[in-house]
């Protein structure tokens, strides 16, 4: 009987966060998640907090502004996995996690570090457009720093969360599908690749004891959902019995749009941009330096667009 690590999860309040908590104490590990002052008075938050004790995980205070705190929090554990987020409509805090390297150089214990990624490969977007670059850039820095200080990480593509792109039919500020009409980015063509929500975390919580994934990028690519904007809305059509109106936007006039839209938006926007106008998520095979979970673990039974379409109806 292989010992499980014992994992440390930060930002487990958050959206993918609470699911990786679930997923780690569902897979048997000795489940820690990091307080942090910051919350306050944040009522959600705490009773989340206090719902994970209840269900055996372990609640360890620790912030970004106290190095010491994390330091000792850290010693508790073999893994961490950070998932603060990285999106700018909520909150972006992926610099913070150099705060949690240096911490992780000092305590001097971690097996695996799984940096807040999940999203697309930033490794892979050197030519994005601004200013959505930033979560890509902002990443790549991180990952300098793990790499420089040479802790044994993981970094998880996890590509499209069904929840934001598959409930608005992969059209930005919709996240229920609709039963009239659908606007087609472009063609509505280009591949793109979703995955549920909790299947993200439960592979996720499967590559941290695995050497396998140790230093590598691991890519979360469902065969059965590998699928383009067009196809979605096919699914839905055959779930619903009727054929949506379609229109459809330009790539240049879907940059018009994003050049009078906030800064949070424009950064969300040009993700949208390079995922279905440009099918950056699909277009490239993976190479020997990286893994992909659904061929590592093919006893997780993930969820299939067309299932998860089906709670909408």
Same mark, same amino acid.
């Given at each position: 009987?292989?010992?499980?690590?014992?994992?440390?999860?930060?930002?487990?309040? =958050?959206?993918?966060?609470? /699911?990786?908590?679930k997923a780690s104490l569902?897979?048997?590990?000795?489940?820690y998640v990091l307080r942090r002052p910051e919350i306050g008075v944040d009522i959600e938050k705490i009773q989340l907090l206090l719902s994970f004790k209840k269900q055996g995980a372990r609640l360890v205070t620790g912030s970004f502004n106290d190095h010491r705190s994390l330091v000792e929090a850290l010693k508790q554990v073999d893994v961490v996995i950070c998932a603060v987020s990285g999106?700018?409509?909520?909150?972006?805090?992926?610099?913070?996690?150099?705060?949690?390297?240096?911490?992780?150089k000092e305590a001097g214990n971690i097996k695996r570090?799984?940096?807040?990624?999940? =999203?697309?490969?930033?490794? /892979?977007?050197?030519?994005?457009?601004e200013p959505g670059r930033v979560s890509f850039d902002d990443k790549m820095v991180v990952r300098k720093a793990i790499e420089d200080a040479g802790i044994p990480f993981t970094y998880v593509s996890a590509n499209c969360f069904a929840g934001y792109f598959v409930?608005?039919?992969?059209?930005?500020?919709?996240i229920l599908p609709s039963k009239e009409s659908v606007l087609l980015l472009e063609d509505g063509n280009k591949k793109s690749i979703f995955v549920d929500e909790d299947d993200i975390a439960a592979y996720t919580i499967r590559t941290i004891d695995d050497p396998r994934t140790c230093n590598k990028t691991v890519y979360i690519r469902p065969s059965e959902n590998i699928l383009s904007q067009r196809e979605v809305v096919e699914l839905w059509e055959k779930l619903i019995g009727k054929q949506l109106e379609k229109s459809s936007l330009s790539d240049?006039?879907?940059?018009?749009?994003?050049?009078?839209?906030?800064y949070a938006e424009q950064v969300g926007l040009t993700h949208y941009y390079h995922v279905f106008y440009e099918g950056c998520l699909a277009n490239f095979e993976i190479g020997d330096d990286a893994e992909e979970a659904c061929a590592l673990y093919p006893d997780i039974k993930y969820t299939k667009v067309e299932d998860y379409l089906k709670q909408y109806l």
């Open positions: 009987m292989v010992l499980k690590s014992k994992v440390l999860i930060i930002g487990g309040t =958050g959206y993918l966060g609470k /699911r990786l908590v569902e897979q048997g590990h000795e489940t999106v700018h409509f909520r909150s972006h805090q992926i610099l913070l996690q150099l705060k949690l390297v240096d911490a992780i570090f799984l940096p807040s990624e999940f =999203g697309t490969d930033p490794a /892979r977007m050197a030519d994005a457009l409930g608005g039919l992969c059209q930005p500020g919709h240049q006039d879907f940059l018009n749009i994003v050049k009078g839209q906030g």
